[in-house]
């Protein structure tokens, strides 16, 4: 904001200026604007050119035009207009056209953003718009903080191409479900709950688990008038959250590795008892190496027990 006042020359006919030039410069004036009008500037035996082009535009910050289908036709207008067109070209002077009546615009103000008068009886509106400009005051409402759901880092530890932190975040709340719980499904009115903190809405969380799902890393069960009314993590989605949550991971992974090549016939419930291991990392870990040949499984029994049968020689060579 300026220290000074804005000076700003007021260019227009003789015949708006008591209809509305006076009275339109003598608002500005009250709102700390420095309006240049040359009935106030210029006394007799003044020079004209001087004091109008000397005086007042070359000394302006900005030009206003008062455009009507009188002013458009007069010469003295038109000089006054090229003055200023100059100066606005050399980057000296802002340009403001300012409509009163409907009339041609002036080709050098074409393509330049005008101010319409609807009544010039009333234009408090229009003289608030102008002082916030010329003082340089921004119009447009302040940023707000961004939402919580996007301010809240995700736990994953890593950038997910295409995922928002929130989608990270609804991701790290299922595995923590899966992580105080036993095999899943996830109740989406427990994971809406857990995300409470997050403000998102109803419509915010439908739209990262379908991200979610679509990327792999969930799977949802839809009802009649409910999606996404039970939630399955995928091995990709596990995976993912597990790594992140245990640092030592691969160390984790060495000890299941481990014991269940020294103890044939085991269970992944028995696994997590004996190394005081979640039990959701162990059956993990015995999925992935079941998915990778290493080991053969039972498939899951109705407790969720995973039932390690088989040991291939590759793990006991990689353990060796």
């Known amino acids: 904001m300026p220290d000074s006042a804005p000076r700003v020359f007021i260019s227009h006919a003789f015949e708006d200026k ?23 500037e210029i006394r007799p ?12 535009i070359d000394k302006a910050e900005a030009a206003i035009v008062v455009l009507s289908p009188t002013s458009i036709t007069k010469p003295w207008v038109r000089e006054e207009l090229d003055a200023a067109f100059i100066r606005r070209v050399e980057g000296k002077l802002r340009l403001i056209p300012l409509v009163i009546e ?18 010039l009886h009333s234009f408090g509106g229009e003289v608030e718009k102008l002082v916030r400009d010329l003082f340089d005051l921004p119009s447009k409402p302040p940023l707000g903080p961004k939402p919580s759901y996007l301010n809240l880092k995700a736990g994953l530890g890593m950038a997910l191409p295409g995922l928002l932190d929130a989608d990270a975040n609804v991701l790290q709340a ?69 790594r992140s949550r245990f640092k030592d991971y691969p160390a984790r992974e060495r000890m299941v590795c481990i014991h269940v090549a020294n103890n044939p016939q085991c269970q992944n419930t028995s696994v997590a008892k004996s190394l005081d291991l979640p039990i959701v990392l162990v059956d993990h870990i015995i999925e992935q190496l079941a998915a990778q040949g290493l080991v053969k499984t039972t498939g899951r029994l109705l407790s969720g027990a995973l039932v390690v049968i088989e040991i291939s020689a590759r793990l006991r060579r990689m353990l060796a």
């Open 18 to 40: 008591q209809r509305f030039v006076i009275p339109f410069a003598t608002a500005l004036r009250a709102h700390g604007i420095d309006a240049w009008v040359d009935a106030w």
């Open 45 to 56: 035996g003044d020079s004209l050119v001087q004091k109008i082009f000397d005086d007042g």
């Open 102 to 119: 409907d009339c041609a615009i002036p080709d050098p103000l074409r393509h330049l953003l005008y101010v319409k008068i609807a009544n």
């Open 174 to 242: 299922i595995g923590d479900i899966y992580l105080e719980g036993d095999f899943g499904p996830v109740d989406r009115n427990e994971l809406s709950r857990r995300l409470a903190t997050l403000g998102l809405s109803s419509d915010l969380l439908d739209e990262s688990l379908e991200i979610l799902e679509g990327d792999g890393f969930v799977s949802g069960t839809h009802t009649i008038g409910q999606k996404f009314a039970l939630l399955e993590w995928t091995h990709r989605g596990a995976d993912l959250v597990l």
